[in-house]
């Protein structure tokens, strides 16, 4: 492996990454509304290598735990991080069990983006709020850490009942790097290495809290037993996620009007006018912006209503000179876009979901819906489009900037779990496990989703299944079979999407599997 061969080889600059990480950890300590005697860990016994590495002239116990990077036990910890991983009380999962009762009740009651509670039976995690929360400004939110850092410090349970630190939610990986444990747990780093009998390496994971193995079990296997089908089936209503952006609207069919400028027979539409027009039914995804990875923000929707094109033949076409379409929203919501770029991607104005007519948090009575285009640039309660001679690119939010933002974090492929639902979901040796789940990528510019990847050890060898030629790009591709495991132990299971560019998922998607006899 080569992170084991690196971690093998003496660095000249050791003294240096010491004094750095003390550096990094001492201002982790300092953040907050609290004393840095209150972030100070359980003090441990200290082994001769610890002592040996405690040369920075401070406290030896407090270098001593800082090395061991030991997150001690919470006492109301579900014990799975204790049991599995044994990492103490690293990771959000070791004390909060629904992140999304967290976030609606205790932490932010007022109006939030997400209006609903996850669906497909699985639970937020800290990555399903990265997405909006890292832009700070540039979408009304504020960043995670600062809220994190904050509320946790602030937190007498937290900080003197449980003795949280530093590195309840954080780590460090082979190259020093400070990193989210929720997210480093799923690596061969966290879970130790196989040859740990060297004693520079066996070093290197004791200090941090761990040894060879220390993922319980751990099974590494050269290839998973995954037999999948694909298919694009719709949603269950009730899984659908609920996003709004700004404060809801209500509005009434009897009064409602849509407002349509810049053609040649300028209209105002009834909801009965839009219901007159040529209907057309379509079948689409729809994902949020702030998808996360392996997360739950997705949904294929079955979609009635006029096609931009129909409407603006309903109107005797455009004014010479009009190339670009804004859409404004009751809520102040909206967008500015390439009218032919809308029309190809078969942009349509919605009147109705699942077969009925679209509920307020749907966008009651109309939502502009475009397929193969994150939900960000879906607006819901449309009052008014103008199409004009202006440039597109004068809108901040237009489509080819916010997509390069999103490709910065999950990008615009990804792929999930939805069964397994959640870590340390128990299975027995032999038996077809079922699992299920998508892979999804924005179909613009000729995007196209190629494979489906699988894999069981930790990335190293993969099962690749073909994304057949005729399905539709504007849909997800849903994968479901069964994966059947033919020894005990820890697995950590991972799926990945790639496009037909050979581009891949940046972070494969992961779940972790006890498997016992």
Same mark, same amino acid.
């Given at each position: 492996?080569?992170?084991?061969?690196?971690?093998? =080889?003496?660095?000249?600059?050791?003294?240096?990454?010491?004094?750095? +990480?003390?550096?990094?950890?001492?201002?982790?300590?300092?953040?907050? $509304?609290?004393?840095?005697?209150?972030?100070?860990?359980?003090?441990?016994?200290?082994?001769?290598?610890?002592?040996?590495?405690?040369?920075?002239?401070?406290?030896?116990?407090?270098?001593?735990?800082?090395?061991?990077?030991?997150?001690?036990?919470?006492?109301?910890?579900?014990?799975?991080?204790?049991?599995?991983?044994?990492?103490?009380?690293?990771?959000?999962?070791? #004390?909060?069990?629904?992140?999304?009762?967290?976030?609606?009740?205790?932490?932010?009651?007022?109006?939030?983006?997400?209006?609903?509670?996850?669906?497909?039976?699985?639970?937020?995690?800290?990555?399903?709020?990265?997405? #909006?929360?890292?832009?700070? !400004?540039?979408?009304?939110?504020?960043?995670?850490?600062?809220?994190?850092?904050?509320?946790?410090?602030?937190?007498?349970?937290? *900080?003197?009942?449980?003795?949280?630190?530093?590195?309840? #939610?954080?780590?460090?990986?082979?190259?020093?790097?400070?990193?989210?444990?929720?997210?480093?747990?799923? %690596?061969?780093?966290?879970?130790?290495?196989?040859?740990?009998?060297?004693?520079?390496?066996?070093?290197?994971?004791? $200090?941090?809290?761990?040894?060879?193995?220390?993922?319980?079990?751990?099974? @590494?296997?050269?290839?998973?037993?995954?037999? *999948?089908?694909?298919?694009?089936?719709?949603?269950?209503?009730?899984?659908?996620?609920?996003?709004?952006?700004?404060?809801?609207?209500?509005?009434?069919?009897?009064?409602?009007?849509?407002?349509?400028?810049?053609?040649?027979?300028?209209?105002?539409?009834?909801?009965?006018?839009?219901?007159?027009?040529?209907?057309?039914?379509?079948?689409?995804?729809?994902?949020?912006?702030?998808?996360?990875?392996?997360?739950?923000?997705?949904?294929?929707?079955?979609?009635?209503?006029?096609?931009?094109?129909?409407? @603006?033949?309903?109107?005797?076409?455009?004014?010479?000179?009009?190339?670009?379409?804004?859409?404004?929203?009751?809520?102040? &919501?909206?967008?500015?876009?390439?009218?032919?770029?809308? @029309?190809?991607?078969?942009?349509?104005?919605?009147?109705?979901?699942?077969?009925?007519?679209?509920? *307020?948090?749907?966008?009651?009575?109309?939502?502009?819906?475009?397929?193969?285009?994150?939900?960000?640039?879906?607006?819901?309660?449309?009052?008014?489009?103008?199409?004009?001679?202006?440039?597109?690119?004068?809108?901040? &939010?237009?489509?080819?900037?916010?997509?390069?933002?999103?490709?910065?974090?999950?990008?615009?492929?990804?792929?999930?779990? +939805?069964?397994?639902?959640?870590?340390?979901?128990?299975?027995?040796?032999?038996?077809?496990?079922?699992?299920?789940?998508?892979?999804? $990528?924005?179909?613009?510019?000729?995007?196209?989703?190629?494979?489906?990847?699988?894999?069981?050890?930790?990335?190293?060898?993969?099962?690749? *299944?073909?994304?057949?030629?005729?399905?539709?790009?504007? =849909?997800? %591709?849903?994968?479901?079979?069964?994966?059947?495991?033919?020894? !005990?132990?820890?697995?950590?299971?991972?799926?990945?999407? @790639?496009?037909?560019?050979?581009?891949?998922?940046?972070?494969?998607?992961?779940?972790?599997?006890?498997?016992?006899?």
């Amino acid at each position: 492996m080569k992170a084991e061969k690196e971690l093998r =080889q003496p660095s000249p600059r050791k003294g240096w990454r010491r004094r750095a +990480l003390a550096a990094v950890f001492a201002g982790c300590l300092a953040v907050g $509304l609290f004393a840095v005697a209150g972030c100070q860990p359980t003090a441990t016994e200290p082994t001769d290598a610890e002592t040996e590495l405690a040369d920075t002239g401070t406290d030896p116990l407090a270098v001593t735990d800082f090395y061991a990077m030991n997150a001690g036990d919470f006492t109301n910890t579900d014990g799975f991080n204790v049991r599995n991983m044994n990492d103490g009380n690293r990771g959000c999962t070791s #004390c909060h069990s629904d992140l999304w009762s967290t976030i609606s009740g205790d932490v932010a009651p007022i109006q939030h983006v997400l209006a609903s509670a996850p669906g497909y039976g699985k639970s937020y995690g800290w990555t399903d709020c990265t997405t #909006c929360h890292t832009f700070n !400004a540039a979408l009304g939110a504020p960043r995670l850490d600062d809220r994190i850092h904050n509320t946790h410090y602030a937190s007498a349970t937290f *900080v003197e009942s449980e003795h949280g630190n530093c590195f309840s #939610c954080h780590d460090t990986d082979a190259e020093g790097k400070w990193v989210m444990y929720d997210e480093f747990k799923y %690596t061969a780093q966290a879970s130790g290495y196989v040859d740990a009998a060297d004693a520079k390496l066996d070093n290197w994971l004791r $200090l941090r809290g761990r040894s060879a193995h220390s993922a319980n079990e751990v099974v @590494i296997e050269s290839e998973p037993k995954i037999d *999948v089908e694909l298919s694009q089936p719709v949603t269950d209503e009730a899984d659908m996620y609920v996003a709004n952006n700004y404060v809801v609207p209500e509005l009434s069919a009897d009064t409602y009007t849509l407002s349509v400028t810049g053609v040649n027979n300028e209209r105002t539409f009834t909801l009965d006018d839009l219901k007159a027009l040529p209907q057309t039914e379509m079948t689409v995804t729809q994902d949020c912006f702030t998808n996360a990875n392996n997360s739950v923000l997705i949904g294929n929707i079955p979609v009635k209503g006029v096609l931009l094109k129909d409407l @603006i033949d309903a109107c005797g076409g455009l004014k010479d000179g009009m190339t670009t379409l804004s859409n404004h929203g009751a809520d102040e &919501w909206g967008h500015r876009n390439d009218v032919n770029f809308l @029309i190809e991607q078969n942009a349509i104005i919605a009147l109705e979901y699942w077969g009925h007519e679209l509920t *307020v948090n749907q966008g009651y009575p109309v939502t502009f819906v475009l397929p193969g285009v994150s939900g960000l640039m879906w607006d819901k309660w449309v009052v008014s489009m103008e199409f004009t001679d202006e440039d597109p690119d004068n809108n901040p &939010w237009i489509l080819y900037d916010v997509v390069g933002m999103k490709r910065q974090f999950q990008g615009t492929i990804c792929a999930g779990w +939805l069964t397994p639902v959640k870590d340390g979901t128990e299975v027995k040796v032999g038996d077809a496990v079922p699992v299920n789940g998508y892979a999804y $990528l924005d179909n613009y510019m000729g995007h196209s989703l190629s494979e489906i990847a699988f894999s069981a050890d930790y990335g190293n060898t993969w099962t690749t *299944v073909a994304v057949p030629e005729n399905f539709d790009q504007k =849909q997800w %591709t849903y994968f479901e079979g069964t994966w059947t495991p033919e020894e !005990a132990g820890t697995y950590i299971l991972q799926v990945k999407a @790639i496009d037909a560019a050979g581009s891949e998922q940046y972070v494969p998607a992961s779940v972790i599997v006890k498997v016992t006899e």
